[in-house]
């Protein structure tokens, strides 16, 4: 019998005669059920370290282990049951790839998987501690950090700098929450916020490096986009119309450059296992409405996960494919 690890998935620690109790355990201890953890079954157990936003420590995770193992952690195993990572040696050798919200959640695993695939990244984030640790944890990768804000130009032009005259590919990944709430609630500064960061600053940065691509005569920019942007019923107003927007944006400057070499795709998540806070003050009405929707998100991906599709469309294995949104998003799409 495979011994239950942290990479072994939730779903298999509930089946699990030993593991089910002691997760169930854990539930009625914190108030919830085990169909809390539906969306969740085919995440590794480590995963609700991050989805806990720090109310669950490791060692919680290290404990339940311990119980199950007669007081040892055993050596992880690949027959773990959850999904594996494959990092293909080479696959962004000799590009420079510019990665937004690259200090956290989908732009850090998406930064990280092109560098350890060779490729020299420029990431970019608000957060300078955060980068430098993220630089820090690859010491043999190229990585370039760049601290701003992309919805100020002087960031964009710092950020086009550092990359120097030739950009292989662009990942729009930076983004924000809303605060659920519908048209008629969505305060002005909720909707310049949001719009502001997840569809203008993927704008101005796009418009700064597109003509480097097509002096090149190729490149690749992937845009992140949402479940959201394909449904009105999955967030609020401001959110749902910035991720929208975004694949206006996508098809539009696919159609405009695909004869000049460049291709322009979009990844549509749908639920991610990255702990991202709400703002505060969620709106009530807003997410009475969107809760029988949202409980009905068939499973959550990891940031690892996601990145494996941003990465795919980034590099020449997408050769054939431009102005098209993939939705990895676990099947929500086809509900």
Known sequence: MTALTASSTIGTWLDDPV?????????????ATEETLTPLRTLPLQQLVTLSQGKMPQSVVDDLVKQANGGVIPEESEASGAWQETVTSGRFGGQTVVVTGAASGIGLATASRIAREGGRVVAVDVSAEKLQTFAASLPNAEIIPVVGDITKQESVDAIVAAAGERIDGLANVAGVNDDFSPLHETSDAMWDRVIGINLTGAFKLSRAVIPAMIAAGSGRIVNVTSEAGLRGNASGNAYTTSKHGVIGMTRSAAFMYGPQGLRVNAVAPGGVATGIPFPPNVSEAGSARLAPFQSAIPTLATAEQLAASITFLLS????????????????????
Do not use: F
């Not at 593991?19 to 108030?31: D, F």
């Not at 997408?318 to 098209?324: A, L, M, R």
């Open 19 to 31: 593991g089910g109790p002691i997760v169930k355990g854990l539930l009625e201890a914190s108030g």
């Open 316 to 335: 020449e294995d997408s050769v054939n494919i431009n102005g098209q949104v993939l939705a990895s998003d676990g099947g929500w799409s086809v509900q």
